[in-house]
Structures are given as C-alpha cells and as structure tokens.
C-alpha cells in the first residue's frame, strides 16, 4: 500500500521564478492538505482540496495556489517566489468521506530560494 | 496568542522514564486532536489521534484530552532513545493547526 508521495525531494530556485510541487495522496484518500514547514516551526495549512476544488484556505497570499486532478493527485504553485518561502512543503491526505479526519504525511519537498 | 502552543523544550529524559508532552489550544471549536512526531529533517509521523475527553493507550504511549482545559497531553512510557524527535501537538477545525513542537531527547 503506497502512502504519500511528493516529488521533488528537493528545489532550488532563485527570488522572483515560479515552482510547482507535486503529491500522490495514499491509495484510498481523496482529499490532499499542503502545508508549509519554516525551520523551528510547525506546519502552517495553506490549502485543501476535495473534489478538484479548494475547500479551505489558510492564511497564504494569492501567489500561492493549487490544482487536484480527478486521480486525486495535487499540485502546489507559487508563484513570485521570495526567500521567505525558504520552507519544507509538505503534502498530507485523508480520506473524506470517513468517520476519521487524520492526516498523514509524504516526505515533503525542500525548497530553497536564493 | 497562538492557536496551539507547546513548550518549545528541550525535554530530557533518563532512557526507561516517562517523558510528559504538554498543549494547549485556543479554539474551542476544535473536535480533533492529533500528536505527530518529526526525526530531523523528515516529515511528521501520526503517532496517535484523540476525539473524547479522557485517556487513550496505544502500546507505550498513552494521548490525554481535557476539552473543558483546552488541554492535550502525551505521555510516553518507558522512554527509549528512538523516541528522540520533536512532538507536534495539532487540533482540527476544517483546518489542522499545529504547534510549534516540543523537542524531546531521551539518553541512554
């Protein structure tokens, strides 16, 4: 049974380009959480998709979006990167339509933005 | 104020003793609680959830809610130095909100 993964492990861009993450929910989930992980810190939620569609947003500008595809895989855009989006990006599943709303977590995707 | 907060540590503990994990959050319309545990330089691992007031026990480790507090602890018994890692305390409201950690070593 796969669990979540995310490609690439790791990303090096420069201020100002634009990046896109990638994420394979685990067999059975159909919902997908991104979250940012700055050093010391604990994950901020950025989004949530169901259904193609962005359920919940967290407190992220518009430069940072999203997309689900019907095979419930995901991607993160970030567009206009700035260093302080220096941050470990990590994606985690669910699976919605389940008495249990627990979330589990690919290995991540290390961006670093010089 | 911080929706989940948790002593940032470090906590440390003598191999074979009971490390105590500390959080308390500020939404009470938060109905799930979740403690994860991050080795350095990995992603978080799911080590228990908790929906009721009271205690849950899983092996070793045994998950504490108290909604009226706003309280959720983690004990861990019989410490072993694998359990060295930093502890992510998180509530759910639609959203997952974590605090910030509680680092954790336990020496041989």
Redesign the interface.
């Known amino acids: 049974d796969a669990g979540v993964t995310q490609s690439p492990t790791h990303l090096i861009k420069t201020r100002g380009q634009q990046v896109t993450l990638r994420c394979s929910p685990k067999s059975g989930h159909d919902t997908v959480?991104w979250?940012q992980q700055a050093l010391?810190?604990?994950?901020?939620?950025i989004f949530?998709y169901y259904e193609e569609e962005e359920r919940?947003r967290?407190n992220f500008p518009d430069r940072f979006s999203g997309h689900q595809f019907p095979n419930y895989s995901s991607e993160l855009n970030v567009n206009a990167l700035l260093l302080g989006d220096s941050a470990?990006y990590?994606c985690?599943s669910s699976p919605l339509a389940s008495s249990?709303?627990?979330?589990?977590?690919?290995?991540?995707t290390r961006l670093t933005v010089l | 104020q911080k929706e989940v907060e948790q002593n940032s540590g470090p906590l440390s503990v003598p191999e074979g003793a009971i490390a105590s994990l500390n959080c308390t959050y500020s939404d009470r319309g938060s109905q799930s609680f979740f403690w994860y545990r991050q080795y350095s330089g990995k992603s978080p691992e799911l080590i228990m959830s908790i929906y009721s007031n009271g205690d849950k026990e899983d092996g070793r480790f045994t998950a504490q809610l108290n909604k009226a507090s706003q309280y959720v602890s983690l004990l861990i018994r019989d410490s072993q130095p694998s359990d060295s890692a930093t502890y992510l305390c998180a509530g759910n409201n639609n959203d997952m909100r974590f605090g910030a950690g509680t680092r954790l070593t336990v020496k041989p």
Do not use: R
């Open positions: 959480s979250y010391g810190q604990g994950p901020q939620f949530q919940q967290g470990l990590l985690a249990t709303d627990t979330q589990y977590f690919g290995p991540g």
